[in-house]
């Protein structure tokens, strides 16, 4: 049998293995192909048939690019119900990760047999939709209520270990295939034929606002919810039918296209780490505060040597203890032992005062005060004690990368790498190319990034690049509606609503109002031509200290941790606006949002025109990763392009008519609506 479906028999057993590289997702021809592999069996008259994946996946579930189309014949919910009752039993194999419509495979056969290492979920939720080939009828009649709540609302992937100890399967075995062929299974009920899973309504319950607190917003875990609490009390055929209702009605939602676009902008983010460059073992980080302790906490965890330097010898200890928290952290949580984290330390970071006895690296990043005199300071150092070779990278938030990199000798190997906090646990990573930056530099820095499995995008210079020139932008449109009538609790309220992890005054309080107030200082916001100086946040720096969480005031009065509005804050809100012969005025919900999230987006499009970002998608996945931006509504360009181009360039002609300063179409928003295109249609090269 040619085709991604292979088929032998042997002793009266038939081996049915999919070999569709690289993970055997269930694509239209592996569907032909398992059903004819089916057909053949059953003209065998084997006594078994044993169904296994080629390589090291069972099957990773559906295929990516049939996502978005309609369905088409053979269908897999029909593969599934052929294996449940086919005249001789289906046994799993499970060689590798079985996912998805893979475990919905499985769960039909009539018993699993997994290799060690095998991983089993149906993370189908994560893309915003339900398991549509039984998943949700049979995993509860299998292991219950409880552990498919977990499995599919939560749409959590399992180990082996775990899945044997649920009962999702048999046994463990390092040649499955092996033990599947020999597995006795005469008495054993097909999972489609076994009693229907006890209902319990207060699991179901507390399911429930699990999810609601997890994913607020997100339509798909509910409805998986409800698919389970239905195999309680429906026929197996009813429950079924049911599921794959839910599942095609999803699979058009908004919430899933959007998903879907997140899912496909980081796949093509990470596969950028694996396309040349050379692989670093040796690096310098200048720097061991918050940021540089993160970074090179996570390059050890890589297997890479790293010397921290530190100005002086205090530096040096605060450092020290900065890393040796993220260690003491990583034991407490079961991460590592305390003897491989002081093994680890020991063989592979050193601490210096100073750049006299570095040694030779292929790598420095710095992360130094953001002061752009200390930056140069350090990179001319760096250029004197590193060889000529050494990738030079910052870490700055918004400084000129050009400028730092003035007077290097080799300014080719230097770029910017902008670290999200806390370093080693957030996933996104900005490169910024500079002027200078060689193909070659940008490859090795990308190839890094693949290996810190971050997600990298992309930016030209600019101020902020990318992701902290559109929060600035956005800050400043909240701050011009607390000018004309809102105040902070009701802006955070209303953009929690729509899905941002916290409003923009709640974070400003957690990170501390001083630091956006030295950024805001260092940008001379207050005599900037073309700009409209909205003084509230300097004066609440300036008048009253109040600088957020760390002094229990900031926009919000806290006690106990607990925040409430601050009269104070609101006075300083209400004198502002009269200061500027503004009458007050009530805002509608939906008005916050739509300044809110346009600023965005219009600031996108400026980012796009001037080249700062190659594609709209990098936009998004930067407000995501970066910004907490709900990844079910695709980030701020996707979310525009479902709303229409249209609608976004006349709501900044109407912000425009009242507010000159503060907006104004872009070019290429214009351009686009004009030929009819969409975000998508903008990705350059
Ligand atoms: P930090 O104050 O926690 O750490 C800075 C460290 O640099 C300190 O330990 C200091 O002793 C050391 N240092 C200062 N001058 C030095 C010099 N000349 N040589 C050697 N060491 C020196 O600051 P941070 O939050 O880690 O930020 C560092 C950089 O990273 C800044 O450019 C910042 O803008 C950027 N950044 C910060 C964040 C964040 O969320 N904190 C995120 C991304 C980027």
Redesign the pocket.
């Known amino acids: 049998m040619s085709g991604p479906v292979h088929f032998a028999v042997a002793d009266g057993v038939a081996i049915v293995t999919i070999d569709n590289p690289p993970v055997n997702v269930t694509s239209h021809a592996v569907r032909q192909g398992l059903a004819a592999a089916l057909d053949a069996a059953e003209a065998a008259g084997v006594s078994r048939v044993v169904l296994t994946g080629a390589g090291k996946t069972f099957i990773a579930g559906a295929d990516a690019r049939e996502f978005a189309a309609a369905p088409v014949e053979p269908h897999l919910p029909d593969i599934v119900r052929r294996i449940e009752t086919f005249p001789a039993p289906v046994v799993a194999a499970i060689n590798g990760a079985a996912l998805g419509g893979g475990l919905e495979i499985a769960l039909a056969c009539r018993a699993r047999i997994a290799a060690p290492g095998a991983t089993l979920g149906l993370p189908e939720v994560t893309l915003g939709i339900v398991p549509g080939a039984g998943g949700t009828q049979r995993l509860p009649r299998l292991v219950g209520l409880g552990p498919a709540l977990s499995l599919i609302g939560e749409g959590r992937i399992i180990q082996a270990q775990e899945a044997e100890t649920m009962g999702l399967v048999d046994a463990i075995a390092t040649d499955p295939v092996a033990s599947a062929r020999t597995i006795p299974i005469s008495a054993r009920p097909a999972t489609g034929a076994l009693p229907a899973p006890q209902p319990d309504a207060e699991a179901i319950k507390a399911a429930r606002q699990q999810a609601a607190r997890r994913s607020p917003g997100q339509i798909a875990p509910l409805k998986a919810i409800d698919l389970i609490e239905a195999a309680t009390r429906l026929p197996l055929d009813e429950g079924l039918a049911l599921e794959r209702e839910t599942f095609l009605d999803l699979k058009t939602s908004d919430q899933a296209a959007a998903l879907r676009h997140v899912f496909f902008a980081e796949r093509s983010a990470m596969a950028q780490g694996k396309a040349g460059g050379r692989d670093i073992a040796s690096a310098v980080v200048?720097?061991?505060?918050?940021?540089?302790a993160g970074i090179a906490y996570a390059l050890v965890g890589l297997g890479i040597s790293v010397a921290l330097?530190?100005?002086d010898a205090p530096?040096v200890e605060?450092?020290r203890a900065n890393v040796a928290r993220l260690y003491a952290d990583a034991v407490k949580r079961g991460k590592t032992t305390a003897e491989a984290a002081a093994a680890e330390q020991a063989t592979r970071l050193s601490f210096h005062e100073g750049y006299g006895a570095l040694p030779p690296a292929d790598f420095a990043i710095e992360?130094?005060?953001?002061d752009m005199e200390?930056k140069r300071?350090?990179f001319s150092a760096l250029d004197r004690a590193l060889p000529e070779t050494t990738i030079l990278a910052t870490?700055?938030?918004y400084l000129d990368v050009n400028r730092i990199a003035e007077g290097l000798r080799h300014p080719g190997r230097f770029l910017g790498l902008?670290?999200?906090?806390p370093a080693h646990v957030m996933k996104l990573l900005e490169v910024i190319r500079a002027r200078t930056t060689s193909a070659e530099t940008l490859a090795t820095a990308l190839r890094l990034a693949g290996r810190l499995r971050k997600i990298p995008v992309l930016a030209g210079v600019c101020d902020g690049f990318i992701g902290n020139r559109i929060l600035t932008r956005y800050r400043q449109t909240c701050d011009i509606m607390l000018l004309e009538g809102a105040l902070p609790a009701q802006v955070d309220q209303v953009l929690r609503g729509f899905g941002m992890a916290m409003g923009p005054y709640e974070v400003q309080d957690l990170s501390g109002l001083d630091i956006a107030y030295a950024n805001r200082k260092r940008l001379g916001w207050r005599t900037k031509d073309g700009f409209r100086y909205i003084p509230i946040a300097d004066r609440i720096v300036e008048e009253t200290g109040r600088l957020g969480r760390k002094t229990s005031a900031g926009w919000y009065d806290y006690e106990g941790g607990k925040a409430s509005p601050s009269a104070q804050i609101d006075a300083i809100v209400a004198e502002e606006s009269g200061r500027a012969g503004i009458t007050r005025r009530s805002f509608p919900d939906e008005e916050i949002v739509a300044r809110a999230v346009t600023a965005m987006v219009e600031e996108g499009f400026r980012i796009l025109e001037e080249g700062i970002a190659a594609n709209p998608a990098d936009i998004d996945l930067v407000m995501i990763h970066g910004y907490a931006f709900p990844r079910w509504r695709g980030g701020p360009m996707h979310y525009a392009g479902r709303l229409g181009l249209p609608e976004i360039l006349r709501r900044i002609e109407t912000f425009e008519a009242q507010d000159k300063l503060s907006w104004g179409v872009p070019d290429l928003l214009r351009r686009a609506v004009r030929d009819g295109l969409g975000p998508e249609d903008l990705k350059r090269g």
């Open positions: 200048v720097g061991g505060g918050n940021m540089g330097v530190e100005n530096g605060r450092a992360a130094v005060f953001e200390v300071q350090v870490n700055t938030s902008h670290f999200f906090s």
